[in-house]
């Protein structure tokens, strides 16, 4: 039943904070506390892994409330759930209409619990669904000037995702070989026929690539990460879109294995293509949000890479790109808020010389560079370990593709110091530079969030030997290369590469 | 004819410009064939000037010798004489500018009585000391 | 609009020339009412006052130690301890403060100031050798004062006729004698003056222009700590009359010989005799004024410029580095010679300064920027000094009833003013309160 607990958490602070007086101050507390048991409850199941829960729910639609956690979903969950914590404490103290906003923030944090809780197709896509409406209205309430029409976006975009989703699942659990099932147990199980592969995948493919987004079907991301408030831009970018690679290494790689081989190099492509579009396009921007936006696309590239190599490594590399991406994009999106908070701007010819030590922001920005530099995979980092596993595990793969999106990740490093320089550095404005510094309470999700980066940049075994034997068997190509003697795949260690 | 100095004694109110001169060092030149013309500060001209300027400067004669220097042009020249040129080298090297004809300006002073002939030289009159720069 | 003649007949009589249109018009007209070009408010005096006190303290031992430099240090080859100033120097009597002094400013002794030896022996730490207070940079920063030397020795042709004496024979032959006497018990480095004279001679000349800046700050250190006196016992009625007492200091002491004397074993070198004349006005005042207010150099580590794409001016004339130019934001770069300065006066500040800082922008926190910016109003304050002290000196008095003469201190004043027409300048700023 301890399974339950990361659910019932959200789910009564969800329903307790319509009750609660409106006092911003008092429903801040609520929310940060649900963050909080949620992430203790997720350490009490990493300590003491649960067995599987299954409760038949509306059996005739093959709807089970089947959980489980397994060493892929857990890392997640505990993502999720400190990213909710962070984003909450991240929120402005005199956030108006703090009920609502916190209320959306839980349910968004709930629905993504579910779907990373989920062993059933159907409750995944229930879950799925749920996310999309508190994250539009987020969007579209608290966000800043073109909210509405990065609301409608969003909506699109991910309505259209949820409804192939939809289909497809049901399609699915229909078509299953071995009659109507969700569960994933069953789906992992058995061979669909070839044919109804090929749309399946189509479909997840669709769904999932508007999901994290993929070129070309991100156009709803750039301006929603712009235009969202930050809390909510560090939740999407953080953990909601860690959803679509969740989604493709379990509803592709797990159950669809034959088609995705075969499609993997071209999945590969699109994923290098996004990386250096990402890239590309985030050395390009004038605005810091926006930068950060497109860097957190051309990362979600990577994973995709990863997820199309299939090896053993490469899905390491998922696990760890996913926490470390969610990391990096959820720290930089806080700190530009803060800036946004302190400069009134964000638009990065308007600052310079923030790493002024007595009127600009020092800490905020040295903070941002651990960012920056994290994501642009310097070593002693939580993006170093994740690239270096992608990239090792990918190149006997692609090599091609590979070494675009190392070209892509290359240039991370020229955005990262392009923004530092004109922001970090040069003069301070006189007349702009009249903000108060940071205070400990600002800074503490920054701090924590890069604490994070810096540990599983030094301790990276942490996450890959929890995450290592749940990810190994599910492999589509093995190479010679394991990382741990222990690993589950230690045992295949003929080179047969399935190229 | 008298001298310059003789001259300015005469007339009674040069008591500070003689005090510095001879503070400075400077009776022997100026009572010298020369010719010279000299820019002759009244009494009232020095003590218009903040308080310890003059002293400060009777204490370092070679500095007074310089100020007093400025207020001396080599040869003798008349007013008609001077109007010619806009500015004259002084004997401590820097320029004297003339400002005004009617009146009568040299530098940012004003000539009181022009023209007083002496055997070794010629003596303006002005209003206020003048320095260089 | 019609003046209500009865209640003031004097705001009928017109002015004698009409208002100005240069763009510090305010200004202007403020300057010729006998005013600063700092604006005259209760806030504005104590803020300038407080700072002359802050800033008199290290001056205090600049100016001993300057002396130090070029009259004991002079050409040691390895001038490791020219910061370790020796007690006579501290001791020697400033001549323009103490029962000694003909010309006494500062009522108070004549000595190192007591407010500086306590500093000297505690620094911000704890009592501990001279040596070790220097190794840890808890002293007072000797690097700002001999930036401002270099400055003055960069910059060169800004009136007066030190420099051009530097470059004379007598000059060379009175260096030479100095130069061979120090080594004269030194064979190596004799031998490298006979193989690089103009290099030995560029040193000496570096070290005259210590003296003089030496010499300049002997008088302004008195000055301030009276100011500070004066401030205290209530006796400035505002921002005018601190500048007033500026421009009487300035006259009364401009007669001061500058000179460089050095002492080898006992015996004194006149190297720049007091009877060539020079005089404290012309030769250091004005070309200090100029070279370390106004031009200066752009400092490593503030800000990078391109000279190649027209960053910095072709003329040197044109620079524009000093404080009234200075951007005070970048003060706390390590090392560089404003925050030092900044450095120095924070650890002398009086109480009320700190108290003002306290309430404003990041309090303690930034400290160094705001009595920075104060550092910068006062300085305008002091070139409002020398401003009025020019015009008092080669122009008219204010109140001239010849309009001609008027428009001359006009055209002066808006020649001046000119000077700061460049955006870097922070005229425009210091008007408000609002910039700290």
Known sequence: MTLLLPLLIPLAAVLALPLLPNNAQLTRRVAALAGFLQLAAGLLLWRQPPADLSVSWLPKLGLSLDLGLDGITLPLLLLSALITAMAVIATPVDQARSRLFYGLLLATNLGLTGTFLARNALLFVLAYELILIPTTLLVATFGRGLRSSAAIRFLIYNALSGFVLLGVVLAMGWLHPGGVSFAYADLAADQFSPVAERWLLAGFLLAFGLKLPLVPLHGWQPITYTEAPTPVAMLLSGAVSKLGAYGLLRFGVQFLPDTWAAWSPWIAVIAAVTTIYGALNAIAQLDMRRLVAYSSLGHMGLLVLALAAATPLSLQGVVVQMLAHGLITALLFCLVGTIERHTGTVAIPEISGLMNPYRGLPFTMGLMLLGLMAAAGVPGLAGFVAELLVFEGSWVAFPWPTLVCMVASGLTAVYAVRLFNRVGFGRLDNERADWLNTTWGERFPAVVLAGLIVIAGIWPATITSFSEASVTPLALRQTDLVLTANAAGAEFTAPELLA | ?133 | ?436
């Not at chain 3, 007949?9 to 249109?21: R, V």
């Not at chain 3, 051009?164 to 030194?186: G, H, P, V, W």
Request: charged share 20%; proline share 8%; net charge negative.
């Open chain 2, 1 to 133: 004819m008298a001298t310059i100095l003789e001259t300015a004694a005469g007339a009674g109110c040069f008591n500070t410009l003689l005090a510095a001169v001879d503070a400075a060092g400077l009776r022997e030149a100026l009572e010298s064939p020369g010719p010279f013309t000299v820019f002759a500060p009244v009494d009232d001209a020095f003590s218009a000037l903040p308080p310890g300027t003059v002293q400060t400067l009777v204490d370092n004669p070679p500095q007074l010798a310089r100020i007093l220097k400025y207020h001396v042009l080599a040869g003798a020249h008349n007013q008609a004489a001077l109007v010619a040129k806009e500015q004259w080298d002084s004997l401590e090297g820097a320029p004297i500018p003339i400002r005004s004809v009617d009146p009568f300006e040299v530098k940012n002073a004003t000539v009181v009585t022009a023209d007083i002939a002496c055997d070794n030289g010629v003596v303006h009159v002005i209003n206020r000391v003048i320095l260089p720069g």
């Open chain 3, 1 to 436: 609009m019609t003046p209500p003649t009865a209640l003031a007949p004097e705001a009928a009589t017109k002015p004698l020339i009409p208002p100005s249109t240069h763009r510090y018009a305010d200004v202007i007209h403020r300057l010729e009412a006998g005013g600063s070009m700092l604006p005259d408010t209760p806030e504005n005096l104590k803020q300038i006052i407080g700072i002359y006190k802050a800033y008199a303290v290290p001056m205090d031992f600049y100016w001993r130690d300057l002396l130090y430099i070029a009259e004991q240090v002079f050409l040691n080859p390895i001038p490791a301890f020219k910061y370790f100033i020796s007690q006579e120097y501290l001791d020697r009597p400033c001549s323009y403060a103490g029962d000694q002094s003909k010309l006494r400013i500062w009522r108070g002794g004549e000595k190192a100031h007591p407010e500086l030896l306590e500093f000297m022996a505690r620094g911000e730490t704890i009592r501990m050798p001279k040596l070790l207070h220097h190794l840890w940079h808890d002293r007072v920063n000797m690097e700002f004062a001999e930036a401002c030397m270099q400055a003055m020795l960069w910059h060169q042709g800004m009136g007066g006729r030190f420099n051009d004496y530097l470059e004379t024979d007598a000059y060379r032959a009175n260096a030479d004698r100095a130069i061979k006497a120090y080594f004269k018990r030194n064979p190596l480095m004799l031998g490298l003056y006979k193989l690089f004279p103009e290099m030995f001679l560029e040193k000496v000349k570096q070290l005259s222009y210590t003296a003089n800046l030496g010499l300049f700050w002997e008088v302004m250190a008195p000055v301030f700590f009276e100011m500070s006196d004066i401030y205290d016992e209530g006796g400035f009625k505002g921002v005018p009359d601190a500048m007033d007492f500026l421009v009487n200091g300035i006259f009364a002491v401009a007669g001061r010989p500058i000179y460089h004397h050095v002492f080898i074993d006992g015996e004194c070198f006149e190297i720049i005799p007091k009877s060539e004349g020079f005089t404290w006005l012309y030769e250091a005042a004005l070309p200090y004024v100029e070279a370390v207010f106004y031009r200066t150099a752009p400092f490593r580590g503030t800000k990078s410029y391109n000279a190649q794409a027209g960053q910095v001016p072709d003329n040197q004339a044109d620079f524009h580095y000093g404080i009234l130019y200075a951007d005070v934001f970048p003060v706390g770069s390590a090392g560089i010679p404003p925050t030092l300065l900044m450095q120095d006066m924070l650890h002398f500040l009086p109480p009320y300064l700190q108290d003002t800082y306290k309430q404003h922008k990041r309090g303690e926190d930034d400290q160094l920027i705001q009595l920075g910016i104060t550092f910068q109003r006062s300085m305008y304050n002091v070139t409002s000094a020398v401003i009025q002290a020019l015009r008092c000196a080669l122009l008219y008095p204010l109140d001239d009833p010849n309009p001609e003469h008027l428009m001359a201190n006009r055209r002066f004043f808006e020649a001046q003013m000119d000077r700061f027409l460049r955006p870097e300048a922070r005229l425009p700023q210091i008007q408000t309160q609002d910039y700290r």
